[in-house]
């Protein structure tokens, strides 16, 4: 019994060994910087720092923008209510008269004429300025 018993340990010591030695390969085959899971976690680290980095630079040009935006859209309102106060002003002014029906001597519904301006490209493909 005593012998059957010290087989027994042996086989489980070496059993362990074995064990041991097999997770002591796969913990250095994992721990390489270069082929292994070290390698591929140092990459990704590099990747998470130069993303961080990127994304500060994009959040601090973006808040440029916005502030840019914001003054802008501030002056856009400003000129729209002098705009609206301008507009306000000319429905205070009388209406001028009109020149043509009281001197005529006519009855004053004469339509009124309007001047017509047409643009036409010149033949010149190249003008000179005079000086």
């Known amino acids: 019994m005593q012998l059957i018993a010290d087989i027994l340990l042996a086989s489980g010591a070496f059993g362990a060994a074995a064990y041991c030695y097999i997770l002591a390969r796969r913990l250095k085959k994992l721990q390489t910087l270069e082929t292994g899971m070290g390698g591929a976690i140092a990459v990704l680290s590099s990747q998470v720092d130069d993303m961080t980095r ?55 519904h004469e339509p009124e004429k309007r001047l017509r301006f047409v643009r036409r490209k010149s033949s010149h493909d190249n003008l000179e300025a005079a000086e």
């Open 54 to 108: 990127v994304l500060e630079k994009a959040r601090g040009a973006a808040d440029h923008q916005a502030k840019s935006l914001d003054t802008l859209t501030q002056r856009g309102e400003g000129v729209a209510a002098r705009l609206e106060l301008l507009l306000a002003s000319m429905h205070d002014l009388p209406d001028a008269p009109k020149s043509g029906s009281a001197t005529s001597g006519s009855s004053g």
